[in-house]
Every structure is written in structure tokens, then in C-alpha cells.
């Protein structure tokens, strides 16, 4: 990048600063209302100039920031506490939330075919990965579910559909046995049917 104009140089100052991943409408407003096409082509040509470096210019949800790049991560990694392994009930409601968005409880369980606990979606809410979008327009108005910003770049996507493939999912157990109940419910348009859940337990959060 030869010569960066005033506008690329103060978008790249501005991530450089931000405590937390911009929007093109937040990085405007904050350069005094630029145009959101300028800010823009100065966040492509920033990443462009990033491209290969030490440092990347990179977009997760429609929002930018800038990270170490990947590859060498290892060097600045410092001992932390280490992160709450995810129970394999969390992982499976956590995949369904984000294959499904907006998901209700009663769908969660209707495509597992057993109980969900309410601590298995309050762990996910504490990790910031999974958030109360609302409610469905039907009967009782049930509380619906979505993933976060923060669950993508958690796990390095830039948007849900960079997700894998439902039959690598399959493959790697995390949706494994709900391929009935998964039909089920889309046989029946997704509506919020109650899980079948027989004699199981509600999930453990452990």
C-alpha cells in the first residue's frame, strides 16, 4: 500500500484502537459520518495490504478487526485460565443454534429428541456465543435463539455460511442421533414441537 490517503489511514488507526471488532456503519460514524463506500474501499485496501503479514485486516460478521495472523498465534499465546470444556449436550445445542437461527427450546428438543436442560443454554449465553433473539409470533410467543458476533469469531468464521456441512457434523457425532427427529420437524415446517423425551434426563451441564 503506497501513499495511504487520510481516510485509509485513520480506518486503520481506528481498528488499530478499538477494543472490539467495527462495523463499516460504526468505523463511518466514528470518522465523522464518512461515506459507508469510503470506508469500504479503505477496508479492502487495508486488507489487502495486510494480506501475508504478521498481522490480517479481517471481516467476522460484518464486523472488522484486526488479529495476529493464525499461523503464528502460538508465539504470542500466554498461559490463561483455561476455557470451560463444552459438555456434549452444550455442543449439540450449540451446532443446532447455529445450523437452525432463530431456534425456540421446544425445536432444540424436538430435533435431539430428548430434554434441554435451561443451564445447557445459559452456559452457552455466559460464553457470549448464544443470545435471546426474540420470540416466535405463535401461540405462547416462545423465546427464540441465535448465535452472536462473538461465536464467529470465536471460532474464526466470517459469516454462518463458512459453517461445515451437516454431514460433517454427522460425521464428527455432534448431531448424532437426531436425524429422525431433525426430519420430523422439518416434515412439519418447523414448528415448536415438543421433544419426545421418554425417560431421559435433563442434560448435565458436566
Known amino acids: 500500500m503506497t501513499a495511504p490517503d487520510d481516510l485509509v489511514r485513520a480506518v486503520e488507526a481506528t481498528l488499530f484502537a478499538a477494543e472490539e471488532p467495527m462495523t463499516v456503519a460504526a468505523l463511518a460514524g466514528h470518522l465523522g459520518d464518512a461515506a459507508a463506500g469510503d470506508v469500504r474501499a479503505a477496508l479492502r485496501q487495508l486488507a489487502e495490504h495486510y494480506d501475508?503479514?504478521?498481522?490480517?485486516?479481517?471481516?467476522?460478521?460484518?464486523?472488522?478487526?484486526?488479529?495476529?495472523?493464525?499461523?503464528?498465534?502460538?508465539?504470542?499465546?500466554?498461559?490463561?485460565?483455561?476455557?470451560?470444556?463444552?459438555?456434549?449436550?452444550?455442543?449439540?445445542?450449540?451446532?443446532?443454534?447455529?445450523?437452525?437461527?432463530?431456534?425456540?427450546?421446544n425445536e432444540i428438543e424436538a430435533i435431539r429428541g430428548v430434554q434441554t436442560s435451561s443451564g445447557t443454554l445459559d452456559v452457552l449465553m455466559?460464553?457470549?456465543?448464544?443470545?435471546?433473539?426474540?420470540?416466535?409470533?405463535?401461540?405462547?410467543?416462545?423465546?427464540?435463539?441465535?448465535?452472536?458476533?462473538?461465536?464467529?469469531?470465536?471460532?474464526?468464521?466470517a459469516s454462518r455460511r463458512d459453517l461445515p456441512g451437516i454431514d460433517e457434523l454427522k460425521a464428527a457425532g455432534l448431531l448424532d442421533p437426531v436425524d429422525d427427529a431433525f426430519d420430523a420437524l422439518m416434515d412439519d415446517g418447523g414448528g415448536d414441537?415438543?421433544?419426545?423425551?421418554?425417560?431421559?434426563?435433563?442434560?448435565?451441564?458436566?
Do not use: C, K, M
Not at 435471546?132 to 471460532?155: K, N, S
Not at 414441537?193 to 458436566?206: H, M
Open 52 to 105: 501475508g503479514r504478521g498481522v490480517q485486516l479481517v471481516e467476522r460478521g460484518d464486523r472488522w478487526h484486526l488479529q495476529t495472523a493464525p499461523d503464528l498465534a502460538h508465539i504470542l499465546r500466554r498461559e490463561r485460565e483455561a476455557v470451560r470444556r463444552l459438555s456434549r449436550a452444550a455442543t449439540e445445542v450449540l451446532a443446532i443454534v447455529a445450523y437452525h437461527e432463530p431456534v425456540s427450546r
Open 126 to 157: 455466559e460464553a457470549g456465543w448464544v443470545r435471546v433473539a426474540g420470540r416466535r409470533e405463535v401461540p405462547g410467543r416462545p423465546v427464540i435463539y441465535a448465535t452472536t458476533p462473538e461465536f464467529l469469531d470465536h471460532f474464526g468464521l
Open 193 to 206: 414441537t415438543p421433544a419426545e423425551a421418554g425417560n431421559d434426563p435433563a442434560d448435565p451441564l458436566d
